[in-house]
């Protein structure tokens, strides 16, 4: 018996930084995290989801505004779900990453993103339901559109085989 609260899984996709995927049906969308910084934004309504994955807090000019930079992706997946049908007041938001590690770099960057994502959800009156943010371990990140699910796993160190296509040594 299918219940609406057990929504279908369709595909997986694996997220690379710089990215938003929407799908048109319930799909398990994965990424790798560091100090970067994954918005997943769900409509309760409709029960489905999108998710950017993006590096940088602010792209300061018209020529570097890509998803690479969170208030470009935040701006831009809300955008998408709400020209695919979705209204700002079923919509919901998780945030995920930004970790630090000063051994690594001497810049949080990662809390740059958090603190960007969360400016752009606010602006936008999404309210942040969930997160997963700083400290300084990076993260696997595993989130299912149909359901707003998402399994954060902490890992010390990321490694080759953490990245999709996913190698023998995960």
Same mark, same amino acid.
């Given at each position: ?11 997986? #996709? ?6 938003? #995927? ?8 994965? &990424? /790798?995290?560091?100090?970067? /910084? ?35 992706? &935040?701006?831009?997946? *809300?955008? *998408? ?22 051994? *690594?770099?001497? &810049?949080? *960057? ?22 997963? /943010? ?37």
């Amino acid at each position: 018996m299918y219940r609406k609260s057990q929504a279908l899984v369709g595909d997986t #996709y694996f997220l690379q930084p710089g990215y938003i #995927y929407v799908p048109s049906r319930p799909s398990v969308i994965s &990424t /790798v995290l560091g100090s970067c /910084v994954s918005v997943c934004i769900f409509d309760k309504k409709r029960n489905i989801g999108g998710m950017n994955h993006f590096q940088l807090p602010l792209a300061e000019s018209r020529q570097k505004a890509t998803p690479r930079y969170g208030n470009v992706a &935040t701006y831009a997946l *809300i955008k *998408i779900m709400l020209d695919d049908g979705s209204k700002l007041k079923h919509l919901e938001a998780q945030i995920f990453g930004g970790a630090f590690n000063p051994d *690594i770099s001497p &810049t949080d *960057i990662g809390k740059q993103n958090v603190m960007i994502a969360r400016r752009v959800l606010m602006r936008h009156r999404i309210p942040v339901v969930s997160e997963d /943010v700083g400290g300084k371990r990076g993260r696997k990140i595993v989130f299912n559109t149909g359901t707003n699910e998402v399994a954060v796993l902490k890992v010390e160190r990321l490694r080759k085989g953490d990245w999709f296509p996913y190698d023998r040594n995960r």
